[in-house]
């Protein structure tokens, strides 16, 4: 077996732009995968033709909300193009400059302050399905959270209103006159009632004391009813167990694992099919080497050289992305599990192909799918689909070195063991699927 | 002389594709012998199986079928590209487990008169020299029979004439020699014995001369033609 293995190592060796691509290509299209998964997307260019006049402010109580700061705020999250009218937006959409259009009408203020009419913004889009799901969505978004900001603001206003009816002092308004606090009327009342003779002003003032100090009372509750009706719902995470992966760490994992996927499973496909494509397989096979033991060095060299490839990444992201290096033990344990995994899925697809063009093609068209699966979240798509996602991801390596990795680096639950288990399994299931494809020699 | 292969009633059979019929021949020592016949009528089989390089349905190939007494030269190259001349016999030499390798590569290339390329990566060889470098494969742990699948195919006729003298320097040592073809002719000139195959069946042992007769030709007639006459009036099974 040692033979084999220096042979293949000479080989490998000599074919330095098959290596190079072996290598680029699995960490290029990782490090995009972990670049995608850990960044959120990109913000659409969107016209925005703000049509209010300069210095224009919607007071609300006390406070003044200037509204070119209210629609800079808006479209914070998007990449804002300004132009100055209506036809100007138009254009820009048309030329593709600009994904969409944001009209902010003139009246728009007038509008809000009225208390009685909505604002309106007039949304101009172009381009497929997927572009304008994009922007309304971005558009949606930004929209709900400039309108609990504004809604933050009146809700400021109003808490600052009440304030001064309880406590006493002025509105803010300008003109208003400086008002007593109605915590200030009962015991002003009391002292009242005492110097009054018994009769029907003595009741009426009782009445008036109870009634001003059962107000005092409940508008000090106010407040907090109009911080929960500006913000009715607010999220409380909770998670069931294990430990909280960041996605930045989390996408660090998933880009390791696509690029072991890929090294071990190219490079053991391609190992046994470029035997029998050089036609050397019966050779071999006639008594020179076992079945077992050809499979065994091949896909050994694979998990190895996708050991190296994987644990080299690793270090190299650990560079920019906070990693926990007391954990390479573990580490190297779901890599090692998972490399060997993935080797024996790529000599299964070596021994079935005919050559090497086939099994490599073979390969691609298995990994890629399968990494694409095991990332989606459930919940994401209906039951039944994501139930037989989970199957193909369940029996197939790249999910469990996935749920390895991160358990390994990230304290992630499942726990590691399960999953170091489960790998061991596939890579015996495997083998012993590459031994069956090898039955045939030519 | 004495049988350094025999072949004992071995018929295979591929589900219901009936590859060779209850083949029964002995390969003495330093003895040529050509395996001739139609597509398909088993030859190759019949070698891989000489081989052990597939297992026979039934009957028996040497003694008990051992591998290692038959060199094997497939028909097809059966060698690395990106190796040179000198590790490709390298490698087979220590998969063969030869006790001294280096020595047995330095005399394989010697004998097929590849010395001076022995550092060309296979790939830059011509067809012939290639070829070659797999018959050398095929001896490089000396065995007593070597068994060369159509060995001569795609090769130009000075190529073929430098694979013979190589081979017949083998056989003139005392390996016995069994190789297949389609070319008859190259039986009758290089083989002491020839082997006619048809549909898996064997249907002649015997010397060129012994073919010619028993198909009515004379002595110095036209070979193919006899072959062809075996073939169409020949008993099978």
Redesign the interface.
């Given at each position: 077996m040692r033979?084999?293995l220096g042979?293949d190592l000479?080989?490998l060796g000599?074919?330095r732009l098959l290596v190079a691509l072996l290598v680029a290509y699995p960490v290029v299209i990782a490090l995009l995968m972990g670049f995608a998964i850990s960044r959120g997307p990109s913000r659409p260019r969107v016209a925005i033709a703000d049509q209010t006049p300069p210095g224009q402010v919607v007071e609300v109580g006390s406070r003044r909300v200037d509204v070119h700061a209210y629609v800079r705020r808006l479209f914070s999250q998007v990449k804002a193009i300004n132009v100055a009218t209506r036809k100007q937006a138009v254009a820009k959409v048309k030329s593709a400059e600009a994904l969409a259009a944001v009209i902010v009408p003139p009246d728009i203020a007038t509008r809000v302050a009225s208390g009685i009419n909505q604002g309106q913004l007039e949304l101009i889009y172009n381009g497929d399905a997927l572009q304008q799901s994009l922007v309304q969505s971005q558009l949606r978004s930004a929209l709900a959270q400039a309108n609990l900001g504004f809604s933050e603001q009146i809700q400021q206003a109003a808490a600052q209103a009440l304030d001064a009816l309880l406590r006493g002092g002025s509105l803010g308004v300008a003109g208003a006159p400086r008002l007593i606090g109605l915590r200030q009327v009962p015991p002003l009342l009391r002292r009242i009632l005492a110097r009054e003779p018994p009769g029907t002003d003595r009741q009426a003032l009782e009445q008036v004391e109870r009634f001003a100090a059962f107000a005092a009372q409940n508008l000090d509750l106010s407040k907090k009813v109009l911080a929960s009706v500006g913000q009715p719902i607010r999220i409380k995470s909770v998670l069931l167990h294990g430990r909280r992966t960041p996605l930045d760490t989390f996408a660090v994992v998933a880009a390791v694992s696509l690029s072991l996927l890929l090294v071990c499973v190219l490079l053991g496909a391609g190992g046994v099919a470029l035997e029998r494509e050089?036609?050397?397989l019966?050779?071999?096979?006639?008594?020179?080497?076992s079945r077992e033991a050809l499979l065994a060095q091949k896909s050994l060299l694979a998990a190895a050289c996708g050991l190296v490839v994987a644990f080299a990444l690793l270090a190299f992201v650990s560079i920019f992305v906070a990693l926990d290096w007391s954990r390479a033990g573990l580490w190297l344990a779901a890599l090692g599990l998972g490399s060997v995994a993935f080797g024996a899925l790529g000599v299964a697809i070596g021994a079935l192909a005919r050559d090497v063009r086939a099994a490599s093609l073979l390969a691609f068209l298995l990994s890629l799918p399968l990494a694409f699966l095991a990332l989606v979240p459930s919940g994401a798509v209906a039951r039944g689909v994501y139930d037989t996602m989970a199957v193909i991801s369940f029996v197939f390596p790249f999910k469990a070195c996935l749920q390895a990795l991160d358990a390994a680096v990230n304290g992630a639950s499942p726990a590691i063991a399960g999953s170091l288990a489960h790998l061991a399994v596939l890579a015996l299931a495997f083998g012993g699927l590459a031994r069956l494809g090898l039955q045939r020699?030519d | 002389m004495s049988a350094v292969l025999s072949v004992r009633a071995v018929s295979k059979h591929f589900g219901e594709l009936q590859a060779l019929r209850a083949v029964s021949f002995d390969v003495h020592a330093g003895e040529v012998v050509a395996v001739v016949g139609p597509n398909g009528a088993g030859k190759t089989t019949l070698l891989s199986i000489i081989a052990g390089a597939q297992r026979p349905s039934s009957g028996s190939v040497g003694e008990a079928g051992d591998s290692a007494a038959v060199g094997w030269v497939p028909q097809e190259l059966a060698l690395y590209a990106k190796l040179s001349v000198a590790e490709n016999l390298r490698l087979f030499a220590r998969l063969e487990r030869v006790t001294e390798p280096e020595a047995a590569v330095a005399r394989m290339l010697e004998q097929a008169g590849l010395a001076p390329r022995a550092h060309e990566h296979l790939e830059r060889l011509s067809g012939g020299n290639r070829q070659r470098v797999n018959v050398a494969a095929g001896l490089i742990a000396d065995p007593p029979v070597l068994a060369l699948d159509e060995p001569s195919t795609a090769l130009d006729p000075g190529q073929r004439e430098r694979l013979w003298r190589f081979i017949s320097a083998r056989a003139a040592s005392g390996t016995g020699v069994i190789f297949s073809t389609h070319a008859v002719e190259e039986a009758r000139r290089h083989a002491a014995r020839v082997l006619v195959l048809d549909e898996g069946a064997l249907l002649f042992d015997g010397s060129p001369q012994e073919l010619m007769a028993r198909a009515g030709e004379p002595a110095g007639g036209d070979f193919e033609q006899a072959f062809l006459s075996l073939l169409k009036d020949g008993d099978r099974p």
């Open positions: 033979w084999l042979k000479l080989i000599r074919s050089e036609h050397v019966a050779r071999l096979l006639r008594g020179l080497v020699s | -």
